[in-house]
């Protein structure tokens, strides 16, 4: 649940960006930073663990209003996405908000991919949260790779593993090239604002 700061008359909410290792998470992180750095408040802070990272800045949103009269802070995060980190992964998850789940297009990251969702249900069954009932965003990225001859997951098989039992949004995109980044985000942060001013009613 989100954390309401009375005096500022601010709502804190938490997006993480979820997914298997070298999947893109950073990737789009960087990106939004880049673009928007005037609407970040804070630095980009990198929590380094041997071989993999964990980001996480404060994003101010444009135009979506405010919830009862409160204005919203996001906090976006990316986990580590090695299996060895799970329990960083499980602790980036407390408190999550909305999830945007990045998938690796990759022929041969299927299985990575599918493991992954896996451990975020567990993970978020932890602190007794559904992964059906929190806003989430399925974002199929490295979709350029296919120009230069890399087998890739069609959409059809990604919707497939991934998302046929969520049906929840979903993106085509490169992280690298900046495609449908801005779209992805733009995507949670509407539902995540659906999803807390019911919770604020």
Excluded: C, W
């Amino acid at each position: 649940m989100a954390f309401i700061n009375l005096k500022k008359k601010e709502v804190q909410a938490k997006i993480v960006y979820y997914g298997p290792g070298r999947g893109g998470k950073t990737t789009n992180l960087e990106f939004i930073y880049k673009k928007y750095k005037s609407r970040i408040p804070t630095d980009m802070v990198a929590i380094k663990t041997h071989g993999d990272r964990t980001l996480f800045f404060d994003f101010l949103p444009f135009d979506i209003g405010t919830i009862k009269g409160y204005s919203v802070r996001m906090q976006l995060y990316t986990v580590p996405g090695q299996v060895k980190y799970n329990a960083t992964r499980k602790l980036v998850l407390r408190g999550v908000d909305g999830i945007v789940f990045v998938a690796d297009s990759m022929q041969l990251r299927r299985e990575k991919n599918v493991l992954s969702l896996k451990n975020a249900r567990e993970n978020l069954a932890a602190y007794k949260k559904d992964l059906t009932k929190i806003p989430l965003v399925m974002q199929y990225n490295k979709r350029d790779l296919g120009e230069q001859g890399i087998p890739l997951l069609s959409v059809e098989t990604l919707q497939q593993d991934l998302n046929a039992d969520l049906n929840v949004p979903f993106f085509e995109a490169s992280a690298l090239e900046g495609k449908n980044v801005v779209e992805t985000l733009k995507k949670i942060i509407s539902l995540t604002m659906a999803s807390l001013s019911k919770d604020l009613t």
